[in-house]
């Protein structure tokens, strides 16, 4: 079983909230990502860091900002929430390249 | 281009029967390729991986195919059962620092009693 968590599971929240979805990897990953994905859709890569201080933008566009102070730890914060926000964020971690990507759980987000 | 919105494909088939889902991926240079399987409300989950200097690979009724002539991947799942009913993604990787992995856009499996 993968050691990447994601908290919270589910969340909903008003618009105009400030929301931080955390994601905290005990594997010793240098690189992390987050994707966001619309039940029955495809992974849309939205962050990714290649370790501490690096953060980088994926390939669909987010108002999201994320943070690599960590190695462990890669939080995404969403300074004001809107309805377009509501999604299932993933976050993922691996080793480098030629290693498999561990998945966490996922955080569904609603905003109302 | 890029399939922003496209809903998955699905695939139906009878329990106990054999799968087989396909991807085709989009880097001539990609050197490994991981399939996962994700269970509604669930992240994805690794199922089994290839490297590019092999052209099948075997786990446990599950094989991965590779044919790097036509950049195409496949899954086979024998024996078809309840649990197999996910969603299930292929993923390209170059063996390099800077290369983050490509998911493709995933194929809903349905198994029918």
């Known amino acids: 079983e993968a050691d990447i968590y994601q908290t919270p599971r589910y969340l909903v929240i008003g618009t105009g909230k400030k929301i931080t979805l955390e994601c905290s990897q005990t594997?010793?990953?240098?690189?992390m990502y987050w994707y966001q994905q619309d039940p029955g859709m495809e992974l849309h890569l939205i962050h990714y860091?290649?370790?501490?201080?690096?953060?980088e933008k994926g390939d669909l566009s987010s108002e999201s900002t994320v943070s690599r102070i960590r190695t462990e730890h890669f939080p995404l914060t969403l300074e004001s929430a809107r309805p377009s926000h509501t999604s299932q964020y993933l976050c993922?971690?691996?080793?480098?390249?030629?290693?498999?990507?561990?998945f966490g759980q996922g955080t569904r987000l609603t905003v109302v | 281009g890029e399939s922003v919105g496209l809903h998955l494909p699905t695939l139906s088939v009878q329990e106990g029967d054999n799968s087989m889902i396909n991807c085709a991926y989009s880097n001539s240079a990609s050197d490994y390729f991981i399939w996962y399987k994700q269970e509604s409300g669930k992240g994805p989950q690794f199922i089994i991986d290839?490297?590019?200097?092999?052209d099948k690979r075997q786990g446990q009724r599950v094989t991965v195919l590779l044919n790097k002539t036509v950049k195409h991947l496949s899954l086979q799942i024998a024996a078809t059962q309840p649990g197999d009913s996910a969603v299930y993604f292929c993923?390209?990787?170059?063996?390099?620092?800077?290369?983050?992995?490509?998911f493709g856009p995933g194929t809903r499996l349905s198994v029918l009693p």
């Open positions: 993922a971690s691996t080793a480098g390249g030629g290693a498999e990507a561990f």
């Open positions: 993923a390209e990787n170059l063996n390099n620092y800077g290369q983050n992995f490509v």
């Open positions: 860091s290649y370790g501490v201080n690096s953060t």
């Open positions: 290839i490297r590019s200097n092999m």
């Open positions: 594997m010793g990953h240098d690189k």
